[in-house]
């Protein structure tokens, strides 16, 4: 017989990681926090039942690098936050992970130093740390829920998680959404198929048994409930926008069809402002336009937004970084950000009430 290796051939190394159980032993959630996250998760619901007549929008930075700067955006967001609450309910984007078409930074779970150095335990720490920062502040959080290890390390302190394009179509993301505790907004494709999303809305309500990991960090048979709260998020796709109004009124009709929720969601950035940050505004002030005509689907809106505007390549030298620019998609600036979200306060503050069933 011959001793031959024939597993792990390509596998370099592995290390331990900190089990989900001692992260929260360490970083636990006050009382304070906790009635923050689950504030965020009933209204959001409350929105998608339409028993709570407000616009959400889930707006921040496209992927978060600086935690300094995050917890600045945050306190500025708080306060428009509450200006707007009577209108907008305003979710504060915390993008930990990022998926690649190929290569590059995946995020600061993945690599908090962006160095390559691959410190993971330190990412889902300092990750954990700003959401609890957050949640303090009162404001509500929503992720990408992208690899489906994490949740167990971060998911009491989301209220809203969205599956990207380039996940929605992937069975181990359906599973792992059914088991989620927050309502969950589903990525058309990136072709600008409806098809992935409305399949995965149909998936996601349903029980499902997978291999998981379980608090203490070990392989378990995962059995889940099924999440009755899975929604579209139209993002457009092939190079084409696709939030107008006969875009909206055809996805209202598939997934009438499909016998799934009609609840829509709109991402003004990606295909729907044709990758130019600048030109978001204007997708919201459609989408405002479309309500005020007498759209009843959409009830949630997703902004890139950032302290500054646009983006930046990471340097070599990371003293280099512009404080508050996205080093991932670019993003609108803050004054355009508290312009946007308060003129379409202003303008759906009477018409929103008046579509509530």
């Not at 899975?230 to 875009?247: E, F």
């Not at 609108?332 to 018409?351: Q, V, Y």
Request: charged share 25%; glycine share 8%.
């Amino acid at each position: 017989m011959t001793d031959k290796q024939v597993d792990d051939l390509n596998i370099a190394s592995q290390d331990v990681l900190i089990t989900p159980n001692a992260l929260k032993e360490k970083l636990p959630l006050s009382d304070n926090a906790r009635q923050t996250v689950i504030s965020g998760r009933e209204t959001i619901r409350n929105i998608l039942d339409r028993k709570d007549h407000r616009l959400f929008v889930v707006i921040g930075p496209c992927s978060i690098h600086d935690t300094d700067a995050a917890m600045e955006y945050a306190t500025r967001l708080k306060k428009l936050a509450d200006e707007v609450s009577d209108t907008i309910y305003l979710v504060l984007r915390v993008y930990f992970e990022k998926p690649r078409t190929t290569v590059g930074w995946k995020g600061l779970i993945n690599d908090p130093y962006m160095n390559d150095s691959f410190k993971v335990e330190e990412g889902l720490h300092i990750a954990r740390k700003l959401l609890l920062d957050v949640a303090e502040l009162g404001l509500p959080a929503a992720t990408e829920a992208l690899d489906p290890t994490t949740p167990q390390y971060l998911q009491d302190l989301i209220a809203w998680n969205a599956i990207g394009a380039r996940t929605t179509e992937s069975q181990t993301h359906r599973e792992m959404s059914s088991g989620l505790s927050s309502p969950v907004g589903f990525k058309n494709g990136t072709d600008g198929s409806l098809d992935v999303a409305v399949n995965a809305m149909l998936s996601v309500q349903h029980p499902h048994r997978f291999l998981g990991i379980d608090p203490e960090g070990r392989v378990a048979l995962t059995t889940t409930k099924g999440n009755q709260y899975g929604h579209v998020v139209l993002r457009g796709g092939g190079g084409k926008p696709n939030y107008d109004s006969v875009s909206v009124a055809l996805a209202e009709q598939a997934l009438e069809k499909a016998g799934v929720s009609t609840n829509i969601m709109v991402d003004c950035s990606h295909a729907n402002s044709n990758k130019d940050p600048g030109l978001q505004p204007l997708v919201m002030e459609n989408i405002a336009n479309q309500i005020l005509e007498g759209n009843e689907s959409i009830l949630g809106l997703m902004v890139e937004s950032h302290l500054k505007f646009g983006n930046q390549k990471i340097p070599p030298n990371l003293d280099d970084l512009e404080y508050g620019v996205s080093i991932t998609d670019g993003c609108i600036a803050w004054d355009t950000t508290e312009e946007a979200i308060r003129s379409m306060a202003d303008k759906l503050r009477d018409a929103l009430p008046k579509r509530q069933k």
